[in-house]
């Protein structure tokens, strides 16, 4: 079993959609939790940092910690095209650790 | 503020054959991470430089190896290739060993043949 496990979708959805991205984990040591934004032929974007139980919203992203269920979200208002890309879950048992232990990806897809 | 840059973009190597990456942090940066990601997969942990040492490494053999010179660049080095090589290999950078979120460059396209 892997220590993140995460849907790869492709998840297809419409412009204006509300998107539910997830993750789940068996590590409980994880105490930082980051989502990460791919583009095609670029390197990861950081897009949300979370430590702990909670939510965190920044603008049109909101990033959800559970941790007793170990389960993690990020959703995504107003859904644009622009946000296509594949998102990545992150976590680490450090504070902003260089050791992350990463998710597959999801592919996420908004049509015009 | 140039971000991470990475070289070259794309490789092509055969089994057997030796590589050097190399990789140049975020201004301001002295601490270099490297990751492997393989095709339709997250980026794994190779491992961590800072101070010119290594000082976390994942679960990579002993081939791949690395350096950290003076300006904080750094090199990742993979000896022997495998066909399982082929991957997408990122560096990222940081502020010290803990305390600032990583910033990835576009990383290193290496195709072993």
């Known amino acids: 079993q892997k220590e993140v496990e995460q849907d790869p979708g492709p998840l297809s959805v419409p412009e204006g959609a509300i998107v539910s991205l997830n993750c789940t984990y068996s590590n409980s040591a994880f105490q930082y939790f980051m989502w990460y934004r791919q583009y095609s032929r670029k390197g990861p974007e950081l897009l949300m940092y979370t430590y702990s139980s909670g939510n965190k919203e920044d603008g049109r992203f909101t990033a959800q910690v559970d941790k007793s269920s170990k389960y993690i979200s990020l959703f995504i208002r107003d859904s644009q095209p622009s946000d296509s890309a594949t998102y990545l879950c992150a976590m680490s048992a450090e504070v902003y650790g260089n050791k992350l232990v990463f998710g597959a990806g999801t592919i996420l897809r908004v049509k015009s | 503020d140039a971000g991470v840059t990475q070289s070259p973009t794309h490789l092509i190597k055969t089994r057997g054959q030796q590589v050097t990456l190399r990789c140049s942090p975020k201004?301001?940066?002295?601490?270099v991470s490297w990751y492997q990601q393989a095709l339709g997969q997250g980026p794994q942990f190779i491992f961590q430089y800072y101070e010119e040492e290594e000082r976390q490494r994942g679960n990579f053999p002993d081939r791949f190896s690395g350096h950290q010179f003076p300006n904080y660049s750094s090199e990742l080095n993979v000896n022997a290739l495998l066909l399982g090589d082929s991957a997408l290999y990122l560096c990222a950078s940081s502020l010290g060993r803990r305390g600032s979120p990583l910033h990835f460059g576009n990383g290193t396209r290496l195709t072993v043949t």
């Open positions: 201004s301001g940066h002295d601490t």
